[in-house]
């Protein structure tokens, strides 16, 4: 599908952004390991949190969306599942795949794993390393590291003690979900502390979990109760929406019930840095997790590097960052951003490719890019989403800004995170 962005000159007004996609998955997996029932409000209804849904019920879990922002799970506790009659697609969602192969190795039966083209290209081994080690068995093209991946899960899982030598919240909860099946302790440990959304839903759902610094420590065995989760609007969903209103004159913007988790919000800091006028309304925290409302003005921003161990904090949003920097005063380096490249495309060289189409001077490094500020937009363009939800919205963004109306190719990727995103954005206009 291919949209045209029309040029505007500022937004107004108050925007409900989506639940968390993040959230919502871990709800989906937790609520289905507890023993009662888990009701997930606000839930995030995409094609990647169906994919998670799909492959929850086909191995048994009783699930039902009883309508368009609400399910309801009837748990029956961490050995309930059984062997799926077919393979488990998890469609574009690495967090699906990874997350659930977690869950996979501790059943003792057969399971195989697949995904659409652009998931079958993304690294696998990161998690099945020390899934192997705890106990489970796992075949799949290239030495293991690609999808299709099959499972022959153990009842018998061996506790563990890893460090995991990128900061990856994936991985780390693949092992977490893994070691909820363990006879002990198991404890892993980061270069940089990733989102923890995991570690704080196992907690609230009763599981016996520490942590400290950037080590997480968990006892197997322990019964989760189900309960009930309201799932917070997306901050890398509203990162659209609040670089939009920084950018464009004359614009104030209040996004409500924004989940604000410190290992999430690092492109807030990086804003602020930048001189956002961004205020925090209405702090609360809802099932473990700080909950707010962000106003938002127009402001004048500047150039800043970003590195180091904010990258992990902010990884999702470093493509609408990058339309903020070319809106800033001076020059904008972002690096230690090699993940980047690990994503559903190659974002470091899409965001180059795309903004180098758009009139916007851009330079590639290996770990990120060095971006000018101050610069005008020209459109009148095609651009490719690389079928990448965040590429297609973080171009959609700049479309707003730009001389021309600027097209982009295969924007309904945009289903993966954010279905609704243009009627968002229409009701700004």
Do not use: W
């Amino acid at each position: 599908m291919k949209t045209e962005i029309k040029p505007l000159k500022s937004i107004n007004g108050e925007v409900a952004i989506p639940g968390d996609k993040s959230i919502s998955h871990r709800a989906l997996i937790i609520g289905s390991l507890a023993h009662g029932t888990t009701k997930i409000t606000n839930f995030l209804r995409s094609e990647d949190t169906l994919a998670t849904l799909n492959i929850l019920k086909a191995i048994g879990a009783n699930i039902e969306l009883t309508n368009a922002k609400e399910v309801v799970i009837e748990g029956n506790g961490l050995h309930s599942f059984q062997e799926p009659e077919d393979i488990l697609d998890a469609k574009n969602s690495g967090t699906t795949m990874r997350l659930i192969m977690g869950v996979l190795a501790a059943q003792n039966f057969y399971s195989v794993l697949t995904g659409d083209d652009s998931l079958k290209k993304r690294p696998m081994k990161r998690v099945i390393d020390p899934l192997s080690k705890m106990g489970g068995l796992f075949f799949g093209r290239k030495q293991g590291n690609y999808a299709p991946i099959t499972i022959l899960g153990t009842d018998d899982i061996f506790p563990i003690f890893y460090s995991t030598p990128v900061a990856s919240a994936q991985v780390k909860s693949a092992i977490l979900l893994n070691a909820l099946y363990a006879k002990g302790t198991s404890q892993i440990t980061e270069p940089y502390k990733s989102r923890d959304h995991t570690e704080r839903m196992l907690k609230y759902f009763g599981a016996n979990i520490e942590e400290k610094g950037t080590t997480v420590t968990i006892n197997g065995g322990d019964d989760l109760k189900g309960k009930e989760v309201f799932v917070p609007s997306d901050i890398s969903s509203a990162s659209f929406f609040i670089v939009a209103a920084l950018i464009m004159e004359n614009s104030t913007l209040l996004i409500k019930d924004v989940g604000i988790n410190p290992t999430r919000s690092g492109a807030i800091k990086i804003l602020k840095m930048m001189g956002a006028e961004i205020t925090t309304l209405n702090l609360r925290y809802l099932n473990n997790e700080p909950v707010c409302d962000l106003l938002v003005k127009s402001s004048n921003l500047k150039g800043v590097e970003i590195k180091g161990d904010i990258i992990p904090t902010l990884i999702d949003e470093i493509p609408i960052l990058a339309v903020a920097a070319s809106q800033a005063d001076g020059k904008t380096l972002i690096k230690d951003a090699n993940e980047l490249r690990y994503k559903e495309t190659d974002r470091i060289k899409a965001i180059v490719n795309e903004f180098t189409k758009m009139g916007i001077e851009i330079f590639e490094r290996e770990d990120g890019f060095e971006i000018s500020g101050k610069q005008k937009i020209k459109g009148n363009c095609t651009c490719e989403s690389y079928n990448d939800h965040r590429i297609a919205m973080s171009l959609a963004i700049a479309g707003l800004i730009a001389e021309n109306p600027i097209n982009i190719n295969d924007f309904d990727c945009v289903n993966i995170s954010y279905p609704r995103f243009l009627d968002t954005l229409n009701t700004l206009r």
